[in-house]
């Protein structure tokens, strides 16, 4: 059955006024200051973003007026414009992941936001519905999964289902693990069974939080802030409280950096269990259901044939406790804030990954199997982490001898980084797959199939060549484009057989 032209909800008015109003706040905001403490201007500021205000909030108006959608036998059709009308057809097949995202102003009116990428889309999505029903969203994303035919149309109303989920403990660190679930997904989803359910329990949500390595992303956030204060602050002020620090002596400089940090923790802290509360991952047929969050739900949808690559990622500060991080490269479904990558496991034990990726996704379980670079390039890893600490401690030494002493303590401090990142690079392959591992601060190892990977490179420096090695790079298409791994200073006979297995096509055939 055609179902006929819908429009957004009301809602969509806001949120698009919303969405627009935040980016130019900050510009507002700078601008209106500059003003007020300028005094009487010539431009008076707050009456030129007043009108483009009310500008923009008459465009969210004829933005909602102007944009319709139909699903028309299993294709979702688009039309919006204000002045110049755009039409665009979804099919089913180019389809590449749907994501389904509550925030907070769609919760109050219990409404979803869709997006729908599809192959050649990139990093933007192909179509976004940003206000809709939940049941008008489950029929959207079960159409283009299963390009059903004879759809019943979106006013035909669909009744609610509360889940009475039943989790039964495994033995996989606390999380929740449920390979033989009888229970329904949501109310879209009546006549399929999930095979397997995976859920992030509390303990190890909390585990994630304190152990995230988001805080130097919130104190890199938090810097550039203080940066800016200078220009918001008057310079009397600023020059006051800077000499105060300068004057104060290290210890109390100390302490600010200390409660900068403390602070970014618990912002890092509070993001991440917001982020990942509610956590799970279910398993319908060949789809990878993932649902997240508190205040702003999501659930996305990734086909696992278009999975790529399996990333483990451990951090400093989950490494010596066993737990690590699982992500997925694909086709479509990654986010900005992911790197273009998607959170398929925010955390359990290390040991127990190979059993649930047995029964997520069965064709990258296999045990990696490594071989580490030669003792030789040892010196490299070395070298290249110490040479810029090592010649800004001579130059302390030279100018402020009295400061040298921190030089001394940052070339000990890259050292041991430079042997970690030495004892953990390695590369490998077996029965058609690919692994590589390596280590920037946190260590990371990659699984790809041999049909998945779009190319592997090998590449040797005048200095490299001088000690027989070599660096491996490798590429997979992810959301954006493509991602690229690489391996340093691996011996160049092992990398040379490494591009003899990928230029091997039998191999493609063993890895299907």
Not at 72 to 100: A, H, P, T, W
Not at 272 to 291: E, H, R
Request: some cysteine; charged content about 20%; overall charge positive.
């Amino acid at each position: 059955m055609m179902s006929e032209f819908k429009r957004l909800h009301p809602a969509s008015i806001i949120l698009m006024f919303l969405q627009g109003l935040k980016g130019i706040i900050l510009p507002v905001i700078i601008t209106l200051f500059f003003s007020s403490s300028q005094g009487e201007s010539f431009i008076r500021f707050e009456y030129i973003w007043l009108v483009f205000i009310v500008i923009l909030f008459i465009s969210s108006i004829l933005s909602y007026i102007s944009f319709k959608y139909k699903l028309e036998d299993g294709e979702l059709f688009v039309q919006k414009g204000i002045f110049i009308k755009k039409k665009r057809y979804i099919q089913q097949k180019r389809v590449q992941s749907i994501d389904i995202t509550a925030g907070l102003l769609q919760r109050i009116f219990g409404l979803v936001k869709v997006n729908v990428e599809t192959a050649g889309s990139g990093g933007e999505p192909e179509v976004q519905l940003n206000a809709i029903k939940k049941q008008e969203a489950s029929l959207i994303s079960e159409a283009l999964k299963a390009g059903k035919q004879n759809l019943k149309p979106f006013d035909a109303g669909i009744a609610d289902h509360d889940s009475n989920d039943r989790h039964e403990p495994d033995a996989l660190n606390g999380s929740e693990f449920n390979p033989d679930s009888n229970e329904r997904l949501d109310e879209s989803s009546q006549e399929l069974k999930p095979s397997v359910k995976w859920n992030l329990s509390t303990q190890h949500l909390l585990i994630a939080a304190l152990t995230s390595s988001g805080i130097g992303l919130t104190i890199s956030a938090v810097g550039a802030l203080f940066s800016q204060v200078e220009q918001v602050i008057p310079s009397t002020l600023y020059e006051r409280t800077f000499g105060f620090l300068v004057g104060s002596g290290i210890w109390f400089i100390t302490a600010i950096i200390f409660f900068i940090v403390f602070i970014s923790w618990i912002i890092s802290f509070i993001n991440t269990v917001l982020k990942y509360g509610n956590f799970s991952v279910v398993k319908q047929n060949d789809d990878l259901i993932i649902k997240r969050g508190l205040i702003e739900t999501r659930q996305l949808t990734i086909n696992t044939d278009r999975v790529t690559a399996v990333r483990y990622v451990a951090n400093i500060f989950r490494q010596p406790f066993g737990y690590t991080a699982v992500y997925v490269e694909s086709a479509g479904g990654g986010t900005g804030e992911e790197q273009g990558s998607t959170v398929l496991l925010p955390l359990l034990k290390k040991k127990d990954a190979h059993k649930v990726l047995e029964e997520l996704l069965p064709e990258y379980a296999a045990e990696p199997v490594f071989k580490r670079v030669p003792q030789r390039a040892l010196i490299r890893y070395l070298v290249q982490n110490t040479f810029i600490p090592i010649a800004a401690t001579a130059a302390l030494f030279y100018f402020y001898p009295e400061f040298a002493y921190y030089g001394l303590i940052a070339v000990a401090l890259m050292s041991v980084i430079g042997y970690a990142q030495y004892r953990d690079a390695a590369a490998g392959s077996l029965c058609g797959q690919l692994y590589v591992r390596y280590r920037k601060l946190s260590q990371v190892i990659v699984i790809s199939k041999h049909r998945k990977i779009q190319s592997l490179e090998r590449h040797v420096s005048l200095l490299q060549g001088r000690r027989d090695l070599a660096t491996i790079k490798l590429a997979v298409q992810s959301s954006f484009s493509w991602k690229l791994f690489r391996v340093e200073h691996v011996d160049v006979n092992d990398a040379d057989q490494l591009l003899y297995w990928y230029s091997n096509k039998n191999q493609r055939g063993r890895s299907d």
